[in-house]
């Protein structure tokens, strides 16, 4: 991914750490996520910046500006957490109002033309997040549509096989990452991801293992932020989807 030097100037500015506290997720998750859209060319490539953490140590983040930067950064909320995509307008909105601060009209027509104004930006804004939900559920059936219009037919039942045992990116079950991983989590190795969900409202799906029946399917979210597991890393080599 290239690094693009900021110049955003006054304009209003959400950072890859807001976006992290916003979803309730690790800020490497969060860059990790960006930079895997940013390379599918389905968002631009962010700027960078360098910061101090909190123990004084050098470190990056991504930052979105403007009417562009805004639209992106829904993309990487709905295929973070599509639940929290209207939190992320309703700051997008606040950051704005802060830096327009515009003083109230002195007029009835005024009045009307500066109500009529405020509309259209809220209009335009849960346009944008319904966008960003909507292109969450594109991403996977375009990557599909290209992987089957160039693969063989040995191929596209191969990948069907793995993404039916819980191989893919967004989602893996507990078995497909052991043997990947070559390690077990124990009985009770669930447990964490299970919690996970249940914080979030998300009801982990189930897929048919052929020795062990139907086991549950956990998200990509859940196994970085409970055991530091991309999903990405561990299956998307081989076209998984994503």
């Known amino acids: 991914m290239t690094i693009t030097p900021f110049n955003g100037g006054d304009a209003v500015t959400m950072s890859s750490r807001e976006i992290a506290e916003l979803v309730e ?5 969060v860059k ?11 968002i631009g490539s962010p700027p960078m910046v360098e910061y101090l953490d909190g123990l004084g140590r050098p470190a990056t983040e991504y930052l979105f500006s403007g009417e562009k930067g805004k639209r992106d950064s829904l993309v990487v909320v709905a295929q973070l957490s599509p639940e929290f995509t209207g939190a992320l307008v309703d700051r997008w909105q606040k950051l704005e109002e802060q830096v327009k601060a515009p003083a109230l009209p002195g007029d009835y027509i005024s009045a009307l033309e500066h109500l009529l104004e405020s509309k259209r930006s809220e209009k335009l804004a849960i346009e944008q997040r319904d966008h960003a939900i909507e292109t969450k559920a594109e991403i996977g059936s375009r990557r599909e549509a290209t992987a089957m219009a160039t693969a063989s037919a040995a191929v596209r039942q191969v990948q069907k096989l793995k993404d039916d045992l819980g191989l893919g990116t967004r989602q893996a079950a ?4 052991e ?11 669930y447990v ?12 982990a799906p189930k897929v048919f293992h052929p020795t062990y029946g139907f086991v549950r399917c956990w998200p ?3 196994w970085m932020d409970t055991y ?7 299956f998307g080599g081989d076209g998984a989807q994503a």
């Open 192 to 203: 964490p991801l299970r919690r996970w969900c249940k914080d979030r409202g998300i009801t």
């Open 32 to 42: 990790r996520t960006i930079e895997r859209l940013a390379e599918r060319k389905v």
């Open 179 to 189: 043997k990947a991983l070559g390690r077990k989590f124990g009985v009770s190795g």
């Open 174 to 177: 507990i078995l497909a990452v």
């Open 220 to 222: 990509a979210g859940a």
């Open 228 to 234: 530091q597991i991309d999903l990405a890393d561990l």
């Open 25 to 29: 997720s690790r800020h490497d998750s």
